[in-house]
């Protein structure tokens, strides 16, 4: 991995971060600024230029002036009227970029060039910055190089952190194989063990291993061993677009393990705790998520735990619902309702449908269809329907009267979108979509 290309991620500090391209959709985090930055290299819909302000600026044809007052205009004070000049190279159907001679300069992966130096043949990943305009070059064909997760080696003197990593010196297994998967980096820790960063001996595969977390007597509770294992048997059959597809089950001595995909995403509580969704957005991600779940629930299975965090969004729009960790099958006794056997509720309160406050309740998919109507929430008004308590019976006082209408926390929000969510959210199961493949059609007659 270290002897691919190095590639720039441009950020607010002084750091010029360099790394390894790792060829496909990546996310680091500034240890100054604390800034989350993306790499990205590939648009299946053509070339493009793509400002750090998301706006787009499309390559067609062969031959394209770039400038103040060019062919494609950029408007910027002191960008030259012909700044530089774009040509695609017959053979490969990559462009080359010429500096036209500007007054303050052209420069790709922080290296400037000049009109004397002829033209830089570009690859997807390339940073073209054009005076203090930075730019990422995206190309159909990525940059060449297979997709491939950054390791910690990588990232050694770069000034970059991985965004959700969280390192220990003492974890035994970083280096070592579980089973035909060599452990790489720790992603995550919670109740149930660890998540990390690995890839499969056999053929460097990228892909997620999680591990059942010991207790201090090194063994683990019976309750967390019955839902790993039930995480296990309800999502190893399940293979959906939709739905992070998970590999192999094992076991090696007293760690017991679960390998899934790798997918280069963010979950949508990183993607939307500053900046609301667009409505577009919503839609996309509303649609997909419901059919993921609507397949699951036609596998006799119930999420139980939707949210944010579990559903993992990426630059290209898909969507990947992910932790079956505590996922309801058809055959487990109904009197559980999302309460565990210790009392603990199974899903999050900010998310939890009202039926799962109900000891001996009925749940069934339709508390997935609301706690993905409190997501779509979220991602619109920065904050879930009920967010300011952490009492449960005040919380179900809310619940009783219903969701706060979307309009007011968001303004604005087309109604025949805001009528779907809210929708979603009616505390009555019976009033909700009948299933969430019902939900997932009223996207598609959403009118923005």
Request: glycine share 10%; aromatic share 8%; charged share 25%.
């Amino acid at each position: 991995m270290n002897n691919r290309r190095k590639v720039v991620l441009p950020c607010t500090c002084a750091t010029v971060h360099t790394i390894p391209d790792p060829g496909a959709t990546t996310y680091l985090r500034c240890e100054t600024t604390g800034h989350v930055l993306t790499y990205e290299c590939e648009c299946s819909e053509g070339h493009v230029l793509r400002a750090n302000s998301n706006n787009e600026y499309k390559l067609t044809g062969d031959e394209i002036l770039v400038g103040r007052k060019s062919q494609l205009t950029i408007d910027h004070p002191v960008l030259s009227r012909n700044h530089c000049r774009f040509v695609r190279d017959q053979k490969s159907g990559e462009y080359y970029i010429y500096d036209l001679g500007s007054r303050n300069g052209t420069w790709v992966n922080e290296k400037q060039i000049t009109a004397e130096d002829g033209g830089i043949l570009l690859h997807g990943g390339d940073m073209v910055r054009l005076v203090d305009l930075n730019f990422r070059y995206l190309s159909p064909e990525g940059s060449g190089y297979p997709p491939c997760p950054l390791l910690f080696d990588d990232l050694q003197g770069t000034g970059l952190v991985f965004p959700d990593l969280k390192t220990d010196g003492d974890d035994k297994l970083i280096g070592r194989l579980l089973g035909d998967y060599r452990i790489l980096a720790i992603i995550s820790q919670g109740g149930m063990g660890r998540v990390y960063r690995a890839e499969k001996e056999a053929n460097g595969t990228p892909c997620v291993v999680k591990t059942i977390l010991p207790n201090s007597g090194g063994t683990s509770s019976n309750e967390l061993l019955q839902r790993f294992l039930l995480e296990m048997e309800l999502s190893l059959h399940l293979r959906h677009p939709n739905i992070i597809t998970y590999f192999d089950i094992g076991q090696v001595g007293k760690s017991l393990y679960i390998a899934m995909e790798y997918f280069p995403g963010r979950d949508l509580k990183d993607w939307f705790e500053h900046t609301p969704a667009t409505y577009e957005q919503v839609v996309n991600i509303g649609k997909q998520a419901a059919l993921g779940l609507a397949y699951a629930h036609n596998q006799g299975v119930v999420h139980r735990d939707i949210k944010p965090e579990n559903i993992l969004y990426n630059f290209k729009g898909q969507v990947k619902i992910i932790d079956f960790g505590v996922a309801k099958g058809d055959d487990e006794p109904s009197n559980d309702s999302g309460i565990t056997v210790t009392g603990a509720f199974v899903g999050t309160l900010r998310y939890i449908s009202p039926e799962q406050l109900v000891k001996n309740g009925e749940v069934d998919h339709k508390c997935d269809i609301y706690s993905l109507g409190s997501t779509l929430y979220y991602c619109l008004a920065g904050r879930a329907p009920f967010d300011k308590t952490n009492a449960l019976a005040k919380l179900r006082r809310q619940m009783e009267k219903g969701a706060p209408p979307l309009s007011k926390f968001c303004r604005g929000v087309p109604k025949s979108l805001s009528d779907v969510i809210e929708r979603a959210l009616n505390i009555d199961p019976a009033e909700r979509f009948e299933t969430a493949e019902e939900m997932a059609e009223a996207f598609d007659r959403v009118k923005l």
